[in-house]
């Protein structure tokens, strides 16, 4: 197949690959806060939620490790819920 060369790149090893679109939306990330002191839990987990346009959802929990390399582990998907902005709670 023809591509654009605006879609074409290289790999490691030379050779051409093609960017291809899976999916476009948004995202949120979020922490988890000790409700009595407001400070992040200890060691500091966050997730991440894909929303696509559609509307489906894939979540993922980010883990920092000693090596400082985080590891990104598949989460169950929870549906709608609401977190806390600083000042209200808000919808994902």
Not at 45 to 73: C, H, M, N, Q, W
Not at 74 to 87: N, Q, S, T
Request: glycine share 8%; hydrophobic share 35%; proline share 5%.
């Amino acid at each position: 197949m023809k591509f654009p060369e605006e879609v074409l790149t290289r790999t490691k090893k030379g050779e051409i690959e093609v960017r291809s679109l899976i999916d476009r939306g948004r995202y949120v990330r979020y922490n988890y806060l000790n409700p009595e002191t407001g400070e992040p839990m200890e060691g500091g987990k966050l997730k991440l939620v894909f929303i696509s346009e559609s509307g489906a959802t894939e979540e993922y929990y980010i883990i920092p490790t000693k090596s400082k390399r985080d590891l990104l582990i598949p989460a169950a998907e929870k549906g709608a819920r609401k977190v806390w902005d600083g000042a209200r709670a808000v919808d994902l």
